[in-house]
Each structure stands twice: as structure tokens, then as C-alpha cells.
């Protein structure tokens, strides 16, 4: 007997692909579930509500249910939120599409995280009503902060990374987006001449990320000079993971040339 169990709940939609002649394949982020990959049947047939619903950035409320062998198949769809890039900009798709890319890079197959769902979902709904292209770019930015905060791929930029104590930011030694040292741990470090550091404002700037929302994030207003030193950061900081640099990020550097 195939047991089957049934969830109702929202998702996020990252990726659609085609299986078979009638079905779907989609990659969903789900609250309380994590990401999971899922058969939407009959999705192509084209009076199928699911064709235009389980679109990749759209937010969906779905019924679904998983075999004892862990197949997904989703059965009824209802869209929460639809983002429909077509009625958008290039680079605001793009960026939309990249945070999705940087989501499914950045989650384990059925880990829960809640707290990377609730940013992402924020994220696009403030995404879509934005259209000045520097803004755009400071909320993916942000997005990208948060989301490593939230993966705890960003130190606390308060306390030493490496003895803990808390640390008057006024009078760091050194730092680099991995790691913050008091004076006494600095001396100890024997890569303290190779590391790449930014300047200190920097710091109580990703502070503020970390404590604040993305809409308070969002209101810093920063100067084109300091809008590269960020990117370099995030950078960085990506370069640092295991997990490889998403693809969309080269496409999203040749549209800003
Ligand atoms: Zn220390």
C-alpha cells in the first residue's frame, strides 16, 4: 500500500521544467517543508490552472501530497502572489530569477528554513514594486546579506571570531568579511597581512542589515564608490562558500556593463 501524506502549504516557486508529455517537474521552496522538487500533473496541458500558477517567482498556496517511496506530486494550486516578469524589466527579472538561483544553491532537499523563506518572499513583493535600478540593486544586495546571515555564513561583526569577546568596533585590529579580531587575537594571526579589508564603516553598515529590516536597510543611501566596495564584499564572502557562485550572477555583471 502507498501511504501518502498530504501538506497545505505556501510555496515559492523556483524552478519549472517538463517531464513527460503532460507533467511538470517543480522546484518548490516550501514554509515548514524546505526545498522539495515536486510533479505537477496535467501542469502543460493548457487548461490546466497549474500552467500559468506554478511560474517561477510566484508565491502559491499548494496541496500536495508525498508517497511512502518521497515522490511529491502537487494537486491543487492557488497563486498568493504572482510576479509575472514579463510585465517587469530585464534587470529586475534577472534579479528576481538570481535570488531564486541563490535559494536553491544555498538549500539542503527538504531543510526547513523559515527564516530564508520570509526574506525571499519579502524580498521579491518589495522587488516588484520598486523601479528605480540603483534601489533595485541595494535590495538584492541586502538579500544576499541576509541570506548569508540567515545560512550563519556572516560573522556577528560585534563580537571576535575568535575569542568571543565583545569588541569596541572603533578599535579592531582587523577584518575581512569572515572574520572580525580583537587586538590580542590579530597579533595571533598569522594571516593578518594576507587578509582583504574594508574600510570600518562597513562594518556598523552590515550590522545594520543584520538588526534591521529590509525595508529600514533599504532607506541608506549609498554613493556609487561604496556601492562596488558592497558588491566586492558580498563577493567575497561567495567566494569563500563550497557551494559554487550561481551562473545568473556572471549574466547579471555582463547586463551592468
Ligand atoms: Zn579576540
Redesign the pocket.
Known amino acids: 500500500m502507498n501511504q501518502q501524506r498530504y501538506w497545505n502549504e505556501s510555496a515559492l516557486v523556483l524552478k519549472r521544467y517538463s517531464a513527460g508529455e503532460k507533467d511538470r517537474q517543480v522546484i518548490l521552496f516550501i514554509k515548514g517543508v524546505g526545498k522539495i522538487s515536486a510533479k505537477a500533473r496535467g501542469a502543460k496541458n493548457l487548461t490546466s490552472p497549474f500552467v500559468s500558477r506554478l511560474s517561477p517567482l510566484n508565491v502559491c498556496r499548494v496541496l500536495m501530497y508525498r508517497t511512502s517511496s518521497g515522490h511529491w506530486t502537487v494537486t491543487q494550486c492557488e497563486t498568493i502572489r504572482e510576479f509575472a516578469p514579463e510585465t517587469h524589466s530585464t534587470q529586475k527579472a534577472m534579479l528576481g530569477l538570481t535570488m531564486l538561483d541563490i535559494i536553491d544553491r544555498c538549500s539542503e532537499p527538504e531543510h526547513v528554513n523559515d527564516p530564508l523563506y520570509e526574506v525571499a518572499v519579502e524580498t521579491l513583493e518589495k522587488l516588484a514594486s520598486i523601479n528605480d535600478e540603483g534601489k533595485m540593486e541595494q535590495l538584492f544586495n541586502i538579500f544576499q546579506v541576509k541570506t548569508f546571515e540567515i545560512l550563519g555564513i556572516l560573522p556577528s561583526f560585534s563580537h571576535?571570531t575568535?575569542?568571543h569577546?565583545k569588541i569596541d568596533l572603533d578599535k579592531i585590529s582587523g577584518w575581512d568579511m569572515l572574520q572580525i579580531?580583537?587586538h590580542?587575537?590579530e597579533k595571533l594571526n598569522p594571516k593578518r597581512h594576507a587578509r582583504e579589508t574594508f574600510d570600518k564603516e562597513y562594518l556598523k553598515l552590515l550590522n545594520y542589515i543584520q538588526r534591521n529590516t529590509t525595508e529600514a536597510s533599504l532607506k541608506i543611501s549609498l554613493n556609487k564608490e561604496q556601492e562596488k566596495d558592497v558588491k566586492r564584499m558580498i563577493k567575497t564572502l561567495w567566494n569563500a562558500q563550497t557551494f559554487s557562485l550561481p551562473k545568473s550572477l556572471d549574466v547579471l555583471e555582463s547586463l551592468r556593463a
Do not use: A, D, V
Request: aromatic content about 0%; glycine content about 0%; overall charge positive.
Open positions: 571576535c575568535r575569542c569577546k579580531t580583537c590580542e587575537c
